[in-house]
């Protein structure tokens, strides 16, 4: 019998705890957990991280990262995170957020955040659609897109158009690195982590705010597959929100 050497080329980020998840299947939030899971391995940030969790389909993360964490009211996570940053400002502390989470009811906290430059990081995920409570229009909702309010399609007449965060907080004074990247295929989803590393080093290097979004597939409540969800992604979702770099302060003669 010939033996074989087997050589283990993709395995588990010590920070991402395993344990089965509750995304339905074709969700990105599973890859946007892995993305920042090997960040804070690959920058020694685990044992120093504290999570501000937000309401949406993520409000379970504290289950599947191994890290401190705090539960936000809806919205409201970059106010908690201020408040622990500035009481401990040693420790690493980041937000993950959804597109209903923090461009609807936390619009003003996020905004308020970022101008005043606090040092923290916002992981963005967009899917166009409050996902957790039943598929209603968010405030990124495509134009013509139908959901469970909009059942005709969003119509700028009556809601007006999608907000396009990225490009709204990289206009902000106190903000360091804006980014906006896509988890529809590799070449993506590896932009993606470089986007993030870049963020999380703008908080170690105590710079300023950090924001990065993540154009995220929700099959679900799209009523695709996961195939033709990373289509839609590629196709509808990146022409109105294009991808790369807003805002670097590095690039402008600033440190980062």
């Known amino acids: 019998m010939t033996q074989t050497n087997e050589k283990l080329v993709f395995s588990r980020p010590e920070s991402v705890i395993d344990r089965p998840t509750h995304y339905c299947p074709g969700c990105h939030h599973g890859i946007a957990h892995r993305l920042v899971g ?4 690959e920058m020694n940030l685990t044992e ?7 309401i949406g389909c993520s409000v379970f993360l504290y289950n599947y ?11 409201r ?8 940053k500035r009481s401990r400002p040693d420790n690493f502390v980041f937000t993950y957020q959804g597109d209903g989470d923090l461009a609807s009811i936390g619009m003003a906290e996020i905004m308020h955040a970022a101008n005043r430059g606090e040092k923290i990081c916002v992981v963005f995920v967009n899917n166009t659609v409050y996902g957790m409570t039943g598929g209603q229009m968010a405030p990124t909702t495509l134009l013509g897109q139908k959901t469970t309010t909009t059942p005709a399609g969003r119509c700028v007449t009556h809601e ?4 396009r965060m990225t490009e709204i907080i990289a206009s902000l004074g106190g903000v360091a690195y804006a980014a906006r990247g896509s988890l529809d295929c590799v070449k993506n989803i590896l932009a993606a982590k470089k986007h993030l590393r870049k963020a999380f ?13 993540l154009l995220s597939g929700c099959p679900t409540n799209w ?3 996961p195939v033709q969800a990373n289509d839609r992604i590629k ?4 022409p109105y929100f294009p991808l790369g770099v807003f805002k670097d302060i590095s690039e402008e003669g600033g440190i980062c």
Do not use: R, Y
């Open 77 to 84: 996570a970059p106010a908690v995170a201020t408040g622990v």
């Open 48 to 54: 120093k991280s504290l999570l501000v969790a937000s």
């Open 235 to 238: 196709n509808e979702m990146i």
């Open 160 to 163: 007006g158009a999608p907000i």
């Open 201 to 213: 080093e703008c908080q170690v290097n105590a710079t300023g705010f950090g924001f990065v979004e």
């Open 223 to 225: 009523k695709m597959t």
């Open 38 to 41: 090997e960040l804070l391995d």
């Open 65 to 75: 990262l191994n890290t401190d964490a705090v539960e936000a009211p809806h919205g």
